[in-house]
């Protein structure tokens, strides 16, 4: 294949030289595999970090979308067709610079990853995946190394068993990012982790599991441990969240309006751990413990609004929202998390999209900062797109100064 210069090779510090990581700038959005024809596919970028179990690094074009054409009868598991296959054992991370990638293929998830290391997505959307036998419509983790999702969109992906967004056998952890309108026939229809799912100023809503599921779990089920901080679960099938073993835990969250008749939560086997203001829509999430909490608040007042990340309608509280302004300005900060809670990355200055916290009086409770009237210049959320969020119109609810 013809890869220089486009194949770089970066050195790791302390690393021997086959050791180094593997850089790789993906330069035509087409799927193919052609070794002469001087261009670098996606699938071919994956092949490249298949070589060796060092650490690999590839690089999309800004705001490209990438569609998985090569479609095989089956899917063969060795990046031929179909999904993309990471085969090695080190550190895969795809920074997308705001890129798409699509599956176009049936019965196939977009990515597949077979190593015991981490994965990690930046500035990327995943979406058009079917696992049409296996769990992880958008993302499977076979591995227990797990998967960080930064600043991302995993939408409209499908699953015949668990995690139609994601499924791993290791962490999930999201930060300012979106796991929304994806599918699963069985269970965790958002996310469907086997150890812990984290989430900071991110978004999971608008996911459904399938009519005969007899466990549900719409938006996030895990086995040991579930963690929101500054984020937004509402509007999957009953339950939206659910941990079959561990603890919820939670900070300026909020998990409300379950589609169908279910609860919010799960039958949570411990104590919800609670460092505050957060919102639940009933009281099976066990908030109650915490006097800053509004364990059974009904509807916290959250309507989806145009896209402002170009695809995925945010989630945005109405003027009256209970959980506006909700967090006072010296609490906006928890108190009391244990060293390794939250990614040494995020930003809780700032929401899912960047907008500084707080607008108003306080802080809001949820993903989503309701930008005061006067616009001002964002910082950026370290899970989040820097852009400005529309002007609040006035209203006759409430003010803001």
Not at 130 to 149: H, K, M, Q, S, Y
Not at 172 to 196: C, H, M, Q
Not at 324 to 348: F, Q, S
Request: proline share 6%; with cysteine.
């Amino acid at each position: 294949m013809i890869i220089a210069p486009l194949l770089l090779l970066a050195s790791v510090a302390s690393a021997s030289p086959a050791q180094r990581a593997t850089l790789v700038q993906v330069t035509t959005t087409e799927d193919e595999v052609d070794p002469n024809d001087g261009k670098i596919s996606l699938r071919e970028a994956m092949d490249q970090v298949n070589l060796s179990d060092a650490e690999g690094n590839i690089l999309l074009q800004g705001g490209k979308e990438y569609r998985l054409t090569k479609c095989g009868t089956t899917d063969d598991d060795a990046n031929r067709n179909g999904d993309l296959d990471h085969l090695s054992q080190g550190l895969l991370t795809i920074s997308g610079n705001g890129a798409t990638i699509r599956q176009t293929c049936p019965g196939a998830r977009v990515i597949d990853q077979f190593g015991a290391a981490q994965l990690n997505l930046n500035d990327l959307t995943i979406t058009g995946g079917d696992a049409a036998t296996e769990p992880g419509g958008g993302v499977f983790i076979r591995g227990l190394g797990g998967v960080n999702v930064k600043n991302s969109n995993i939408y409209g992906n499908k699953s015949a068993g668990a995690g139609g967004g994601i499924a791993s056998q290791g962490d999930v952890v999201l930060t300012g990012s979106s796991v929304s309108l994806n599918f699963a026939r069985e269970l965790g229809a958002g996310i469907a982790s086997f150890t812990s799912a984290t989430l900071v100023n991110s978004n999971v809503s608008g996911n459904t599991v399938g009519e005969q599921s007899r466990i549900g779990i719409g938006g996030v089920a895990a086995e040991h441990a579930v963690t929101l901080i500054y984020s937004t679960v509402q509007d999957n099938s009953a339950p939206n969240v659910d941990v079959r073993s561990g603890a919820l835990s939670a900070f300026g969250s909020v998990i409300a309006v379950p589609r169908g008749a279910g609860k919010s939560c799960g039958a949570l086997k411990e104590p919800t751990v609670s460092w505050g203001y957060n919102f639940a829509g009933d009281a099976s999430c066990g908030f109650g413990r915490n006097p800053t909490d509004k364990g059974n608040g009904g509807d916290p007042k959250l309507r989806p609004q145009p896209p402002e990340r170009g695809i995925v309608p945010l989630v945005h509280p109405l003027a009256d929202s209970p959980l506006i302004d909700a967090i006072p300005i010296a609490a906006c900060v928890p108190k009391g998390l244990k060293a390794g809670v939250l990614p040494p990355w995020a930003n809780l200055q700032a929401d899912m999209r960047g907008v500084a916290r707080p607008q108003g009086k306080g802080c809001d409770i949820g993903a989503v900062e309701v930008a005061s009237a006067q616009p001002q210049t964002p910082s950026h959320a370290g899970g989040g797109h820097a852009v400005v969020a529309p002007r609040r119109k006035p209203t006759h609810h409430r003010k803001r100064k």
